[in-house]
């Protein structure tokens, strides 16, 4: 909230200097609310009920939400300007229900994008944002390095960072393993994806195991093991050379991509390329040389300054009026996709256990009402006079929160009945809908009993860790 506070201070002084001053400005690097968002739309192809998944880590708007706020959280943390805003959840219609169990390949991304640039209408495709199709089907994601960076394949056995880390093959950047280590950044180290210790990466890079290394050296091999980009977890660093290809690349895609325009001020790295011929306008490849320059150029009005960690001074003589805001950062196209870390049956609807299949497709159909619900009622509140809204909105919230009572109660129905992994993926689901409804103490349970039931390392170790977050809330309520 400080941050927000020095953002106002500086727009008064844009937009009321009308003496000579020179204001020295350092930007706070605790920037949570500042941001240069990239639009995502999100879709699902729903099956021939008009049912989402049943089952899977991104089947609900809460994960989709949750993924979000988590990615931002990174982002703000690494300090970089960039942010991600979900401009919508929807599900297609039910007419495309073949495609609802696609696998996350790159034959099936590519065929969903070719049918969704024929068809736009149906298939809700979106040329300002990037297009993320989301399916019931095997595998984790895959999306689509540049220029044909516009679209996603997702499906449900993911982690809480693979949105992120598709949005970030997106924006041109490679996983830290890929070419034999070399992806295009110095200050990543040499990786592998099959290394499953810190060590591995030490002894490769430095010839010590990890615990023998200077501080600087640990820091290095945190920052490539610990990144978003890598098949590591948990996954939460970007280096400098990568917020830098993120960078320059949605500078590049501004036109369609951005909700906000960033004009950068001093990057030493594309200082240079400014001349007579190329004057400097703020953008990736052509920044301003200082922030004076920016607010003499008379092109920033609607945007935003970018400047570069540190010092900066401007002097003016004349009165300014500027609608702009002031953020600060940091201090070949290829077919790609994430490895799928573990896996659990998602078409539990079409279970070959009649009881389990039963249970699940009303858990689904009662899913489908919730959302249903929430729009009518949004709908009809809209259209009715003001002092009837509040009325429609809790009728409509608390129909809403029956339905999700009745998903709940389905599920564990389809819990008495399954075996292997069929009910891992079911008690998963539990837990997770445990978690959004706050109920803590069974959300803990059912990400205790899928760890102690799995043989899958992956999956444990992601039971184990919402589990963890379960508990904090639990001792949060007590003390």
């Not at 703020?282 to 607010?295: I, K, Y």
């Amino acid at each position: 909230m400080v941050y927000k506070g020095l953002i106002i201070l500086i727009k008064k002084y844009l937009r009321g200097i009308s003496c000579f001053w020179m204001i020295s400005l350092i930007l706070p690097v605790n920037q949570a609310i500042a941001n240069i968002p990239l639009r995502v739309s999100i879709k699902y192809i729903v099956d021939e009920n008009g049912s989402r998944p049943a089952t899977g880590s991104f089947n609900t708007d809460e994960e989709i939400n949750e993924q979000s706020i988590l990615a931002n959280t990174v982002l703000a943390t690494v300090i970089s300007e960039l942010r991600i805003q979900v401009i919508e959840i929807a599900d297609l219609p039910p007419t495309l229900s073949a495609y609802s169990s696609l696998s996350a390949t790159a034959a099936n991304r590519d065929l969903i994008r070719t049918m969704a640039l024929a068809e736009p209408t149906t298939w809700f495709w979106k040329t300002d944002a990037i297009n993320v199709y989301v399916t019931a089907g095997n595998g984790s994601a895959i999306s689509k390095f540049p220029p044909d960076n516009d679209i996603i394949l997702i499906t449900q056995s993911i982690f809480d960072t693979t949105l992120l880390h598709e949005l970030g093959h997106s924006l041109n950047l490679k996983h830290t393993h890929q070419n034999n280590g070399n992806d295009g950044c110095v200050d990543t180290l040499n990786d592998n994806a099959d290394w499953v210790f810190k060590d591995q990466m030490a002894i490769s890079n430095y010839g010590l195991a990890y615990g023998q290394l200077t501080a600087m050296q640990q820091n290095k091999v945190d920052n490539t093991w610990s990144n978003i980009m890598s098949y590591h977890i948990p996954r939460d660093q970007l280096t400098s050379c990568q917020k830098d290809r993120a960078s320059q690349q949605a500078s590049s895609d501004e036109d369609w991509l951005l909700t906000k325009i960033p004009r950068y001020v001093i990057n030493n790295t594309n200082a240079n390329n400014c001349s007579l011929l190329n004057i400097c306008n703020g953008t990736w490849t052509l920044p301003f040389l200082d922030l004076q320059s920016a607010l003499d150029s008379d092109t920033l009005n609607g945007k935003s300054i970018i400047l570069e960690q540190g010092s900066h001074f401007i002097m003016q003589n004349e009165s300014i009026n500027l609608d702009v805001d002031i953020y600060t950062r940091q201090g070949e196209s290829v077919i790609d996709r994430e490895v799928l870390l573990y896996e659990l049956p998602v078409n539990i609807g079409r279970s070959q256990n009649p009881a389990v299949s039963y249970a699940v497709r009303e858990a689904q159909r009662e899913a489908t009402l919730a959302r249903k619900t929430m729009k009518k009622g949004k709908k009809n509140a809209a259209a009715a006079i003001a002092e009837d809204r509040a009325v429609i909105m809790k009728q409509a919230k608390d129909k809403n929160k029956q339905h999700k009572a009745n998903v709940i109660q389905h599920f564990l129905e389809a819990e008495k009945y399954a075996s292997g992994n069929e009910k891992l993926a079911i008690q998963m689901e539990l837990a997770q809908r445990y978690w959004h409804s706050q109920n803590y103490p069974l959300c803990l349970e059912y990400y205790i009993r899928v760890a102690d039931n799995t043989d899958q390392i992956h999956l444990q170790k992601k039971a184990l860790r919402h589990a963890n977050q379960c508990q904090n809330k639990i001792a949060e309520a007590i003390n």
